[in-house]
């Protein structure tokens, strides 16, 4: 029994891990930074517990993988002109 428990809690884990938005990463474009202006940075922008993208994008941070939501928008398809040329 405790083997069968053991595989389920593994199993949940597994599932609800992948379910887990991946963290996103930050560069400054053309300009140096240090590790330590990051993490600073980090620390300042993040309120209860979550990270304000615009603080961040406000010191001048890009993100290098968005989020799933900004995905692009969808191209349109034409119809065909069934009617002919004349």
Known sequence: MRIAGLLIGLGLSLV???CAE?????MKVNQPYTVEEF?????????KGALDEDCMK????VSVAPPKAEKAPEPTVRQPNT???Y
């Open 83 to 85: 009617r002919g040329r």
């Open 16 to 18: 609800l891990g992948g």
């Open 22 to 26: 991946p963290e996103r990463e930050w």
């Open 58 to 61: 406000g010191r001048g941070w």
């Open 39 to 47: 993490r600073r940075d980090i620390k300042e922008c993040t309120r």
